[in-house]
């Protein structure tokens, strides 16, 4: 197959691996040309590369860390310069510890906003300058903000925040036909959601929704896909939560 050429771009943040590679994947085969970031250590995001480009899409890896302002502005240069202008823009990366709030470190503190919240604002503030009219942004909330669940207050009150951005930037995009939303997953068999937890906690989730399993990265992928498609030209600055019904 031939590599795409003239194709509408996407950022997808920490998309190395679980969510953000699934995602990169389906909208690699949707026809766009992917710019695939990620925080650290190359190899994974290397590998995606080669494995969209094999199939025939046009793909590059890009460095970042998304809550450095500098970092996440090169992103979008090197993105312009090696792909072309941005029309999606899917913001993944993101961190969880769930620790009891009394319990919280400032560093924990720190990490944890400095990432989901600040990592998101720095994406959003960069594309209100770069992205092509008729863009497509997608953020990442959680159900278990609508969980309440012990453990959760500094990682929910980090999705609160996004799910407010997304709200307030829709409306502020107008005129430019940007559509602005967010995708709030349920437990989803990524290492994010399974690491540190015993197998009896991983089934205690599995069996929350009415579907009776955990989510999978492509259910999400297919969310995003739908978002960023022709079919969501009018969903616009909502929260779509694709939990299985959890909440």
Do not use: C
Request: aromatic share 6%.
């Amino acid at each position: 197959m031939n590599t795409i050429k003239n194709a509408q771009v996407a950022i997808v943040t920490g998309a190395s691996r679980g969510i953000g590679a699934a995602v990169a994947q389906r909208l690699a085969k949707d026809g766009f040309a992917i710019a695939v970031n990620y925080a650290s250590s190359s190899s994974e995001a290397d590998a995606l590369v080669t494995e969209l480009t094999a199939a025939g899409a046009k793909a590059i890896a890009v460095k970042a860390d998304v809550s450095n302002a500098d970092d996440v502005r090169r992103m979008f240069e090197t993105t312009e310069q090696q792909l072309g202008k941005v029309d999606v823009l899917v913001n993944n990366a993101g961190v969880l510890k769930t620790v009891p709030l009394a319990d919280t470190s400032d560093a924990l503190y720190e990490q944890t906003f400095d990432i989901n919240v600040r990592g998101t604002f720095n994406t959003l503030r960069e594309a209100a300058a770069r992205m092509n009219t008729g863009g497509r942004i997608v953020n990442f909330s959680s159900t278990t903000l609508a969980l309440n669940m012990p453990g959760y207050a500094i990682y929910n009150g980090t999705k609160a925040a996004v799910e407010a951005f997304t709200h307030v930037f829709a409306k502020e995009l107008r005129g430019r036909n940007i559509t602005v939303n967010a995708v709030a997953p349920g437990p989803i068999a990524t290492s994010l959601f399974l690491d540190g937890k015993t197998e009896e906690q991983i089934q205690t989730f599995a069996k929350m929704p009415p579907l009776q399993r955990l989510g999978q990265p492509d259910d999400i992928a297919s969310v995003v896909s739908f978002l960023v498609g022709p079919d969501a030209g009018w969903v616009n600055g909502q929260i779509l939560r694709a939990n299985g019904g959890v909440a």
